[in-house]
């Protein structure tokens, strides 16, 4: 199954152009993306599912100097912004153009230290969730982590009610602080960002959030310990898991 067919290169170059506005506390997501990721030893691998322009990329490989990044991402738009800002760092960071939803780049040697992902596991459902969860935790070095960011799906019509006001007002909040006007609310409101307002064509869609919960106990299922909740705002939140380091999973 492919991720994410209805994706357009259109939809990376919004997502380029307004990102630091439409992601409720980028800076604090991905410091605490970081700080949940154990220092590592010595040299490490560390994989980063859909890394974007690589703004994670570049914090990852700033605060581990021994780890080399893996950066798979569907878009060569993208990943030509992740080479461009990363291109001081040479050959420790590892583009590579895929896509989420299949299964041929799911390898389990060699290892990694940490998986990480954000804004782009929510494009899978429910059944491939739990299925990518199964094959991450193989991708993992026993004790290595997954961290992901990511948007949920509310359980009841007031909490997507609330999940899309609080997101809306997120983003008029950060377009205030950075440019003093409500231009990027403007522009969210536009282009219909806001999946909790304008949800999608159950047929056609994009965007499968599926419950927090949910994804916890698949997690669990697939062998992960340690499954925690580290922050959480407009529907956007941060989980954590750890392969087991005595993990003997056939």
Known sequence: MAQTVSWQESDSQDFIDYGRYF????????????????????????????CGEGLLAELLLTRFPDATLHGYDLSSAMLSQAQNRLARFGDRFVPRQFDLGETEWRTAEPTFHAVVSSLTIHHLDGPDKLRLFLDVCQMLQPGGVLVIADLIAPTRELGTAVAAKAWDEAVRQRSQQLDGNDE?????????????????????AIDKPSS??????????????????????????????VRPANNSMN
């Open 212 to 241: 927090l919960l949910d994804q916890l106990k698949w997690l669990e299922q697939a062998g992960f310990t340690a499954v925690d909740l580290h922050w959480a705002l407009a529907g956007h939140v941060i989980y954590s898991a």
């Open 23 to 50: 992601v409720p506390q980028r800076e604090y997501q991905l410091q605490t993306i970081a700080d949940l990721i154990p220092p590592p030893d010595g040299p490490a691998r560390i994989l980063e599912l859909s």
């Open 184 to 204: 990027a609310l403007t522009q969210f409101e536009r282009l219909k960002w806001n999946l909790y307002r304008y949800p999608e064509d159950p047929d056609t």
